[in-house]
């Protein structure tokens, strides 16, 4: 399928992200990385999050990965 940007555009060194929760399924970041370029995915995105939302309402967080 078409890519939601034109890697070919982007400036080296720009980070591609992608919100998926499973790294392997993104066609974009695989592309990505294939130009050379950083790539950032959804998981670690989420773990921090979360980490901060309980941060914030006073729970402390436990991830067991």
């Known amino acids: 399928g078409s890519l939601p940007v034109d890697l070919a555009a982007v400036t080296p060194g720009t980070i591609i992200a992608d919100t998926v929760l499973e790294e392997s399924r993104s066609h974009f970041l695989r ?4 130009r050379g370029l950083p790539t950032f995915w959804g ?8 980490r901060l939302y309980l941060d914030f309402f006073g729970e402390v967080p436990r991830i067991d990965r």
Do not use: G, H, T
Request: hydrophobic share 50%.
């Open 31 to 34: 592309a990505a990385r294939q």
């Open 43 to 50: 998981l670690p995105a989420l773990r921090d999050q979360v």
